[in-house]
């Protein structure tokens, strides 16, 4: 029990450094009139305009789904696979708790099949060689298997399912929905062309910062040129190389799924663990609510940061894909000698030293979400650069 508890302590120090990919700050959009035009070896489809495309998607009911769906993340941190293991997510400790499989989808890339038919009845399986993890919804029931313990985790009622799926990683249609529905004056959207996803007809819908400053090189989304499904998300940093998110299906099928598909059943001698919602990953608990948010407006993303921090709420300073939240502590910053011993060196790996008119602190990046933290115990974070950062800093005195 000793041991459990401190693992759990040691993760919830561990929250409170790291920034998730997921309030990247895509926060507002313009919508482009120019219609695609197919370059060569793409399909050859109808010119549509952005505004046309993004009333497709808006006008798309798909309920229905299964296929194979590939997500690779780059956040420009070092591995985490030492650091998951020092958080009692690795060997030793394997769970089917969907909250200990979340530190594997932050980084590298992971190959799933997905299954849905309608909003009562999903299911995920991870793939890794030749073992598997499935999370399955079902009606009331939550089921989660992972074959290489040979656990079992199951939650039922309600209030259980809609925690689970939070526990998801987006499907390229959340994501955009995401995108799309923060849309404003800050940004450009058109239509950049067409593409083959999955083997289906696709347009591509491009989205871009209009403001300087921003971590966000561009979003893109393409989108099945017969339904208005999204079937592929691209997510690119200014700052060039593999995208931070680019997540899509390699095969999809939009026919009803069996029946069979959202049974499950233990296998003999799994270990079963029976859930409670309150027991699960909730809103506030080790990650920020706009973890959950998944890719919404940068100053509702950060609500939940400053009682993450145990201080008050956050101000919101600028607008748009520049968004920059401030919260302060009330406390002077920890050094990174304080934190566990397991992510010292992964926190010093991507935090610099920064001096200015506010005095001094340490920015620790990622491709998209930076985060500046004052020795003094003021935080400001955003989807923007390490100097629009210190700006921000000097600016508040």
């Known amino acids: 029990m000793a041991a459990n508890e401190a693992r759990s302590e040691t993760r919830r120090k561990a929250s409170r450094y790291v920034v998730p990919v997921a309030v990247a700050g895509v926060a507002a959009a313009t919508i482009g009139l120019v219609p695609a035009l197919a370059a060569s070896g793409d399909p050859d489809l109808p010119a549509i305009t952005a505004q046309q495309l993004i009333e497709k998607i808006a006008a798309s009911d798909t309920q229905t789904l299964s296929g194979t769906f590939r997500i690779s993340t780059d956040l420009g941190l070092p591995a985490l696979g030492g650091l998951a293991s020092g958080l009692g997510g690795g060997s030793g400790s394997a769970s089917a708790d969907p909250s200990e499989k979340l530190t594997e989808l932050v980084s590298g890339t992971h190959t799933l099949r997905v299954a849905a038919d309608g909003p009562e009845r999903q299911r995920l399986t991870l793939l890794d060689g030749s073992d598997e993890y499935s999370l399955i919804h079902n009606g009331d029931d939550v089921w989660a298997y992972d074959s290489k313990s040979n656990e079992v985790f199951h939650e039922k009622g309600a209030a259980g399912a809609p925690e689970a799926d939070k526990q998801l990683p987006s499907t390229p249609r959340e994501l955009a929905d995401e995108v799309l529905k923060a849309a404003g004056d800050t940004t450009s959207i058109t239509v950049g062309g067409t593409a083959k996803v999955a083997g289906r007809d696709a347009y591509q819908l491009v989205i871009k910062p209009k403001q300087a400053g921003s971590t966000v090189e561009s979003v893109k989304i393409a989108v099945d040129a017969a339904n208005g499904t999204p079937l592929k998300f691209t997510l690119s940093s200014v700052e060039g190389g593999k995208p931070v998110v680019d997540a899509g299906f390699t095969k999809v099928d939009f026919a009803r799924p069996a029946a069979s598909d959202f049974t499950f059943k233990a296998p003999k001698g799994a270990k079963v ?125």
């Open 273 to 397: 663990t029976e859930g409670a919602a309150e027991k699960g990953l909730e809103s506030g608990d080790d990650l920020p609510e706009g973890f959950e948010d998944g890719l919404g407006g940068l100053g509702k993303g950060f609500g939940g940061l400053g009682d993450l921090a145990g201080g008050s709420g956050p101000n919101v300073i600028g607008e748009g894909w520049t968004t920059i939240a401030s919260f302060d502590t009330g406390a002077p910053a920890p050094g990174t000698d304080e934190a566990p011993k397991e992510i010292q060196g992964f926190l010093d790996s991507f935090g610099d030293k920064v001096t200015g008119k506010f005095g001094s602190g340490t920015v620790f990046k990622t491709k998209i979400v930076n985060a500046l933290l004052t020795d003094d115990g003021k935080v400001y974070v955003g989807a923007v650069t390490k100097d629009a950062l210190v700006d921000a800093a000097n600016a508040a005195g």
